[in-house]
């Protein structure tokens, strides 16, 4: 009980600090790389940390420790489509929110992606799906610090806000895709293909939109590393 008390508060902690770090990471690396090439280069180094991670977890559980829960049930078709439908909308949202970055700071980036946890619930109405009250209220806060962040004395929103705000309805997408399919398949391993995935059309918007440096991504690889395995669940 005392365990599964302390992962209950621990681990939201911890979390939110990894979460709220790694966009200082990210603003860091904008000033030396752009979004393609940074994106690029995290989720490979994301991909590497869950491919090893999923490559322990499985000899774990055929040695039958106690102490790993078993993998859920799952086939490939379904691992391949999931992980290339949350690594396109990973892809799509990284990217936006990365690019936001470049002109908009770190703590209104972090405000204005936060409004997918509003997003998703609304979403879910058009799915049939009630919400709560608390759902409304949420909504109305939401907005209005949204306006006190975003909005300057000519009542005009920077072009980085509104790439962050793009990104958020993205993350909303990719929140509830996950959903669906961890149903069906084990996370890590979708969260391993859906890195690829995004690494790999990064990879092709980097090469056709930007001209990376090796020096630039060497300046930033600290951020970079830092939020590629940090950020990689």
Request: charged letters at 10%; glycine letters at 8%.
């Amino acid at each position: 009980m005392k365990v599964n008390r302390v992962r209950q508060n621990v681990f939201p902690v911890a979390a939110a600090m990894i979460w709220g770090t790694s966009f200082v990471a990210q603003s860091v690396s904008a000033d030396y790389v752009e979004a393609f090439t940074f994106n690029t280069a995290r989720s490979i180094v994301a991909f590497l940390f869950l491919l090893v991670l999923c490559v322990v977890l499985r000899r774990m559980r055929s040695h039958g420790h106690d102490a790993v829960a078993k993998g859920v049930p799952q086939r490939k078709c379904d691992l391949l489509i999931g992980g290339i439908c949350c690594g396109v909308a990973l892809t799509v949202a990284s990217n936006l929110q990365q690019k936001g970055l470049e002109t908009t700071t770190s703590g209104k980036a972090g405000f204005i992606t936060a409004l997918y946890i509003v997003i998703v619930p609304i979403v879910g109405i058009f799915l049939k799906k009630k919400a709560p009250k608390a759902i409304w209220i949420s909504v109305v806060l939401a907005v209005a610090g949204l306006y006190c962040l975003c909005i300057t004395e000519n009542l005009a929103i920077t072009i980085g806000d509104f790439y962050v705000l793009l990104c958020s309805f993205c993350y909303a997408a990719h929140i509830l895709v996950i959903d669906h399919f961890t149903q069906k398949v084990d996370g890590v391993e979708l969260s391993c293909v859906q890195f690829l995935v995004c690494a790999l059309l990064s990879a092709v918007g980097m090469i056709v939109m930007e001209s990376p440096s090796w020096e630039a991504v060497m300046f930033c690889l600290g951020p970079i590393l830092y939020v590629g395995v940090f950020s990689s669940g």
